[in-house]
């Protein structure tokens, strides 16, 4: 068994191989998990769902896909659930759940199709909705719907290929609650206001996988990041590609409020 999965996936590394990387990425999907009620920002969430919260003037979701399009992946799914008829309200071109259509972002070309995936379903189940849109053994992204970082997608996904295991995530380091002070004999010798925490890992989304990962998904009820990938854990089959550079996601309030300045001047 081990040997006939190790020949499947030389296999599709070379079918990856063969191809100019922009083709690779013009091939690749992007799935965009965007269907959570987004309880911890209710003040904006009661009237629309948080990926389309505006930071920098435009929806998290677009400052997240405009990071997508950057590298030239350019076919996305939106796993929609919670006041779903925002996002397809948004989106002119959209005209019925499940369609594919073309539509520019910041004048770079792209295909977007909006799945219904149920209001209630949680992150396992709604992943897996998307299913009958992608092949038999075929590798794509996806992400968050409500996190936003400068991670190299190009790396991540030669890091992904070369290492041929079934999930990669980008892991980061999160931002501190508070202020940092390193005292040495009652004299401050360090003073940093909320810096990066130094030891430990989160899950920065930004993932990249194989179709496989949805045999460890039972049905809408799944959280993702609980039993099917704490078993591809299990069996050595998911990876932590390590991004040191900027990330935020937004949960709260502040959240947004910092993001928003953040990518106001970025504009």
Request: hydrophobic share 35%; proline share 3%; glycine share 8%.
């Amino acid at each position: 068994m081990k040997k006939k999965s190790i020949k499947k996936k030389s296999v599709e590394l070379k079918k990856y191989n063969m191809k100019s990387p922009a083709k690779i990425k013009a091939m690749m999907k992007v799935l965009i998990l965007a269907g959570g009620l987004g309880t911890r920002l209710s003040e904006y969430t009661k009237s629309i769902p948080k990926p389309m919260v505006r930071v920098g003037g435009l929806p998290i979701i677009i400052h997240i896909m405009k990071h997508y399009l950057r590298y030239g992946f350019s076919e996305f799914y939106i796993a929609a659930g919670y006041k779903s008829h925002v996002i397809k309200k948004y989106f002119k071109s959209f005209k019925k759940s499940g369609n594919k259509f073309d539509y520019n972002i910041s004048k770079k070309k792209c295909k977007i199709t909006v799945v219904d995936t149920g209001i209630k379903t949680l992150t396992g189940g709604r992943l897996k909705r998307l299913k009958k849109y992608l092949n038999k053994d075929e590798t794509f992204m996806f992400t968050y719907g409500d996190g936003v970082s400068n991670v190299n997608l190009k790396n991540l996904l030669k890091f992904h290929l070369k290492r041929k295991k079934l999930v990669t995530v980008t892991s980061v380091r999160p931002p501190a609650r508070f202020g940092e002070i390193v005292i040495k004999n009652n004299f401050v010798k360090q003073f940093k206001e909320k810096p990066q925490v130094t030891k430990g890992w989160i899950n920065g989304g930004f993932f990249v996988t194989n179709t496989k990962l949805f045999d460890l998904i039972r049905g809408d009820n799944e959280i993702l990041e609980r039993k099917p990938l704490e078993t591809a854990s299990k069996k050595n089959q998911f990876i932590a590609y390590k991004h040191y550079g900027f990330w935020k996601c937004m949960d709260t309030p502040r959240d947004k409020d910092v993001l928003d300045k953040i990518l106001k001047k970025k504009r």
